[in-house]
């Protein structure tokens, strides 16, 4: 149980899971990780037999890693000591741990919310917004992202190398143990309202902020592929569409305008991409990601020198687009030029040249992040 000044609650918690070991007949004991209580509450744990683990990093994932870490036995159920969980029923999660799951969920959606346990910002947008994401990002099984009862086997989850120290602790143990292919399930569990008098530490927006980001980084693909591959795509039609000349839908004129902001997706498209694959290669050297053999197969093809090729004809071709527009100006005695004629030709020029950098610095990054590699292997 992680603490941070909960004299009030704590010993109803200890003395529910207590008892529910005794009834259980089974050999285990009460942590308490604390993270600097004032309240008196290591006393309190101590007066009733719990073991206090200091945690002198602040955090809510600080408390819980370090717990788990502390913690002698082969599973361990984790839970909030506000009495919000009732540790005295905690018979479904034994059962799933026993039957070889490594991580055993709690779903209060399942097993029932009781009035004023959850903020409505929390029951009716913050957990299933964050959960659906978490759902379509890792295709996790978990209904409940952020269920604070859940329980595992102590070496599997050792094993992720988890390291947030925040709330979002909550969402990484699904994310990694979901991506590392760990027997996961879920079991219903009742949400009581906080029996503690005081505010909770959670901070609804700055913690839902947290999590969202941590599901966001940790999916490389939906924040720089798909978004960055819908852009390019979108642009690139839009650029075919308009070079020949303005387009003219219900009484609305294209033109050179909307061709300039086609370039513009086009740009930032690809370098979406390319920031995906930078993110992907550094995931999976770091481990923070499983192998992907076909991704790595794709990056031993994007050579140096094949990056540098590509980007110098594509330089070539903007700056063949970029000689065109120079004399049809010359043509013109270098006056005043027709602006829809002109930038029909610089727009693709200096899209093609922006492209042909951004190809060849990349391939050069991705050469470095292959020295890196090697260097360590």
């Known amino acids: 149980m992680p603490c941070l000044n909960e004299a009030e609650t704590l010993g109803l918690c200890i003395e529910k899971a207590q008892s529910f070991l005794e009834r259980a007949g089974i050999e285990g004991e009460v942590v308490i990780a604390d993270n600097g209580s004032t309240d008196g509450s290591q006393a309190i744990a101590e007066g009733l037999g719990a073991r206090i683990v200091p945690i002198p990093t602040r955090g809510y994932g600080s408390a819980l890693l370090g717990g788990i870490e502390a913690a002698r036995g082969r599973y361990v159920i984790m839970g909030d000591s506000d009495d919000s969980y009732d540790f005295s029923r905690l018979e479904l999660f034994v059962e799933k741990l026993r039957a070889g799951y490594a991580l055993v ?37 978990c209904g409940d992202f952020h269920c604070g009862l859940r329980g595992f086997d102590r ?38 309202p906080d029996g503690r008098s005081r505010p909770p530490h959670l901070r609804s927006w ?60 086009v740009v930032v498209g690809f370098h979406s991409i390319l920031f995906w694959v930078f993110a992907k290669l550094y995931g999976v050297r770091e481990g923070l990601v499983p192998p992907d053999p076909g991704f790595m197969t794709m990056v031993r093809r994007l ?75």
């Not at 540098?308 to 970029?322: C, S, Y």
């Not at 610089?346 to 050469?367: D, E, H, M, R």
């Open 105 to 141: 969920m709690g779903n209060r959606f399942k097993g029932g919310i009781m009035p004023g346990a959850m903020p409505p910002l929390h029951r009716y947008l913050g957990n299933p917004v964050l959960t659906t994401i978490g759902r379509l990002f890792f295709h996790s099984p």
């Open 303 to 377: 050579t140096l020198e094949r990056g540098l090729i590509l980007g110098a004809l594509l330089l070539l071709f903007g700056l063949g687009l970029g000689a065109g527009a120079v004399s049809s100006w010359g043509s013109a005695a270098f006056g005043n030029l027709s602006p829809e004629r002109a930038m029909r030709l610089v727009i693709p020029s200096g899209t093609a040249v922006l492209l042909a950098f951004q190809i060849g610095y990349g391939a050069f990054f991705l050469s470095v992040l292959e020295i890196r590699a090697g260097r360590r292997g």
């Open 155 to 192: 070496e599997a989850i050792l094993g992720l190398d988890l390291q947030a120290p925040g709330m979002e602790f909550a969402s990484e143990m699904v994310v990694k143990a979901t991506i590392n292919h760990l027997r996961i399930t879920e079991v219903p569990t009742i949400l009581s």
């Open 206 to 265: 700055r913690d839902g902020w947290r999590h969202l980001r941590f599901l966001l980084l940790f999916s490389p693909r939906w924040l720089f592929l798909y978004p960055g591959t819908a852009l390019f795509l979108v642009g690139a039609l839009g650029m075919a569409w308009l070079l020949p000349g303005p387009r003219r839908i219900a009484g609305v004129t294209f033109d050179i305008n909307t061709l300039f902001y086609a370039s513009v997706a």
